[in-house]
């Protein structure tokens, strides 16, 4: 094309600010379940408008290389999320965050292969964005991992917080040398991405599944400020915009979910929870098993049923045969409800996704604040493999790990039925006060054949 | 040029705006959002194409190939998932998702 450069860098650059514009918009959209579909097709909109104008950028080569490269990353991508399973949605967002921060620090290492012409503060930045960079491309894929099950193990050991400590000041101080200009050529840079690489394993492995939304959320954060600086080194304001939204966006985010676990975000990442959680001491009462028919009864005779799903429901595939359980307990009068708690599942939001996939009507689902007022007034609370987000310790144990954290009031209801796979204790290990409570009884058995049970039973009523 | 203080500000309001534009969002919405602003930071393509562009040598080649790659990776499948994500939520009416 014969188009003069002022020309073209006015397109490109006017392409940039309309790509900017419409993430922000499309981010907006996305504050309501309406319009948020909406939200999604113009971000897209505003990503192909600027990644189509990018080949336009003066003085490039390589053009084979990049089609390429495309071609086999997207394809990759688009072939894996559209089969991807909505359980299975956690460790793919995680993938998918871990790739981003990949490409900032890949944009990275090549602006410090060849720093000329970088001024102090570029560098600073290429560095910084650098480190964070590849911390949430190493840290997103141990959580894929762990996720997937591919890492069963939450590795720990005596010392880990002065091992981790030295890495990161090692990988800091190549940082600086780097920026500071003592650092050029492949050794130190290669040194310096080793080291960060190593400290997003270090940071990520000890941490336990059910802190999982407070990780991804962070390291969303992370990559979304890689961006940002790798933007500002690039001069391109379409990246720092884009990169800065999605970081102050998962900083919020990342608050949200440590707040609703009550513990700090340091906490979550340093602490080891769950290793050094004590028994939680002695609870009073006995476990006391009920069969699917008497719960059946219980639940279809009552006059309102609240439903609180937790990882369980994810893992046994349940939400299809919970929905076919809501409706029957409509169909009979009964006031069927969801309770979320905003930890529950291994992502932000989780359970909302794995309903909304089976077709329950968003207006049913309450969150904490919402709903907990209501417990007292349901004759059946159905908790299906939920367990610390529903242990009334947290309110009434001040000894207990959990002390403190925002709970659902389940324990408040009428009556309370647990499927639960086995007798084994939660993710913090502390024992459950709710499943030993005199109103409680315990429906043994993997969460979708207890609920087809439940349906079953419901369904010889009649 | 974007330089000094025009980039702080740039900074400092993107900044403000990320965090204004999320702060009212719905628990319900939570992982959308949280997969959508993971696209949104797909726009690292851009920048790996131009890092690719630039790169002269094989090892900077290759450096700049895996970048695209991955930048592509996040941003077409943060758009899929997040568009099949909100395709469930388009409606209350009870209409069943397919699995």
Redesign the interface.
Known sequence: MNLSPAFTDDLIQGAYFLAALLFIVGLKRMSSPKGARVGILWAGAGMLVATLITFLWPGMHNFGLMLAAILIGGGAAWWSGKRVAMTAMPQMVALYNGMGGGAAAAIAADELLHPEGLGRAALTLAVVGAFIGTVSFSGSLIAFGKLQGLINKSWRFKGQQLVNGLVFLLAAGHGVMIALGYGHGMGPVVFFFLLSLLFGVLMTVPIGGADMPVVISLYNAFTGLAVAFEGFVLQNPAMIIAGMVVGSAGTLLTQLMAKAMNRSIGNVLFSNFGETAAAGGEVSGSLKPIDAADAGVMMAYGAKVIIVPGYGMAVAQAQHKVWELTQLLQSRGVTVKFAIHPVAGRMPGHMNVLLAEAGVPYDIIADLEEINAEFPTADVALIIGANDVVNPDARNRKDSPIYGMPILDADKAKNVIVIKRGQGRGFSGIENALFYMDNTRMLYGDGQEAVARLIQGIKTLD | ????FI?LY??ML??????E???????????????????????????????????DGP???I????????????????????????????D??????K?
């Not at chain 2, 993107?14 to 965090?19: C, D, E, L, Q, W």
């Not at chain 2, 534009?21 to 949104?40: A, C, D, E």
Request: aromatic residues 8%; charged residues 10%.
């Open positions: 040029m974007i330089d000094g980039a740039i900074f993107a900044g403000f705006t990320g965090y534009v999320i702060s009212r969002v719905p628990v319900i919405l939570h992982t959308p959002l949280m997969s959508g602003s993971n696209f949104v930071h797909g726009i690292v393509l851009v920048g790996a194409m131009v890092a690719l562009g630039q790169a090892v900077e080649q450096i700049g190939f895996v970048g695209v790659a991955l930048a592509a990776g996040n941003a077409v499948g943060g758009y899929v998932v997040t568009e099949r994500m909100l395709e469930m939520f388009k209350s009416g009870g209409k069943r998702g699995a």
